[in-house]
């Protein structure tokens, strides 16, 4: 009575159905609130929140699908499928840019929608993707259908060769351009290097210098199936270093290891944009394609989170993380941690975590018999 009596004072009032939820949502001022929540007719009153929309996909590769997952997929699926369901925060990267240091980016490629652009090439060097690695890592970064971030920004920056090779002190000035555009830009700014070779302290500190200007600097583990901790930047602490594994959750038996490995990705049989065309698509596998999806998931979290610092990404990017999910690791100081996409303070978490203790106190209520209002 008495919440019936308030109710016919408030604006914008919403009756719902009984047999789903028995309770009205109403705009009220604080003292037709304060009467409410004293009535003994009124199991409790809570705000009206927003609640955000996700994005999901139902065409994803198997890598995107496992990054917001916390269980291993079905048995007997098809890595050469793109049927996949892929759930992630409706932000999507948006607002964050990303360089891509490595072999460039065929920014033509229907799946970047637009948002890639060449930035830099050295002397001599196409304007272009001439190797394919650069735009197969940049899809899985930001592509429409095969990447993590959708809404983010990409920048290539063409330091490898057509034969995907190059220097130590190429990649060093591929960095220190990402670095000055970065500091123009004035953005959350991740670099991708899903490159490496052998320890260098040069190629260390420039990585190191990225992420003391605040940069997110993802870099692959690497494909000798050894220490990670003699390759560079793999072996750079600031670094985030990332390993790779399948679609049965084994660490993949190429992928580096060791206590310089922060996290593993999907890395094996990774379906992204092929470079014969602005249609074509390849599958590759490798720590290369694991790095992406970090630097995807480092996009997303970045857009979610536009003040957070490169050692609070990478905390996050482990808390996240799903630990002993993995299978076959390769040493005992090799972290068991596989990346995960799902921030529990917006997006699908809040949604699921909402709905349930929602559904909880309605189960209670009804018990009770109760009116409930909702403000
Ligand atoms: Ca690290």
Redesign the pocket.
């Known amino acids: 009575m008495v919440a019936e009596s308030t109710a016919s004072d408030a604006t914008s009032v919403l009756s719902f159905n009984q047999t789903v939820f028995d309770g009205y949502s109403a705009e009220l001022d604080d003292d037709c609130v304060a009467k409410l929540i004293a009535s003994a007719d009124v199991a409790w009153v809570e705000e009206d929140a927003v609640v955000r929309i996700s994005g999901s996909q139902t065409n994803a590769p198997w890598g995107l699908s496992r990054l917001s997952s916390t269980t291993t997929l079905p048995a007997n699926s098809n890595v050469n499928s793109l049927t996949f369901d892929y759930t992630f925060n409706d932000e999507a990267g948006s607002g964050v840019d990303v360089y891509v240091i490595d072999t460039g980016i065929r920014v033509t490629h229907q799946d970047y929608q637009g948002r890639a652009e060449m930035i830099f090439s050295l002397p001599g060097l196409a304007k272009t993707d001439d190797n394919g690695h650069g735009s197969h890592v940049s899809g899985t970064i930001a592509g429409n259908i095969f990447g993590v971030a959708k809404k983010a920004s990409l920048f290539g920056i063409k330091v490898m060769d057509a034969d995907g090779s190059g220097s130590t002190s190429g990649i060093i000035q591929g960095i220190q351009v990402a670095m000055q555009a970065a500091a123009q830009s004035n953005r959350p700014s991740v670099i991708n290097m899903s490159i490496g070779g052998a320890g260098s302290r040069a190629l260390d500190s420039a990585a190191t210098a990225a992420v003391n200007a605040g940069m997110f600097v993802v870099v692959a583990a690497g494909n000798d199936a050894v220490d990670a901790g003699n390759d560079s930047p793999a072996r750079a602490?600031?670094?985030?270093?990332v390993g790779a594994m399948n679609i049965v959750d084994r660490v993949s038996t190429f992928s580096n290891f060791g206590a310089?490995v922060?996290i593993f990705a999907p890395g094996e049989d990774i379906i992204s944009c092929g470079i014969t065309s602005d249609t074509d698509v390849a599958s590759l596998s490798g720590t290369s394609m694991a790095t992406p999806h970090i630097a995807g998931l480092v996009a997303l979290l970045a857009s979610q989170q536009p003040d957070i610092t490169p050692a609070g990404m990478?905390d996050l990017i482990k808390s996240l993380g799903t630990s002993n999910a993995l299978r076959g690791l390769p040493s005992r100081d090799t972290v068991n941690l596989l990346a995960q996409n799902l921030l529990p303070d917006s997006g699908l978490a809040t949604t699921s975590t909402s709905l349930i203790s929602t559904t909880a106190a309605v189960t209670t209520k009804t018990a009770e018999n109760a009116t409930t209002t909702l403000n």
């Open positions: 602490p600031a670094a985030i270093t310089s922060d990478s």
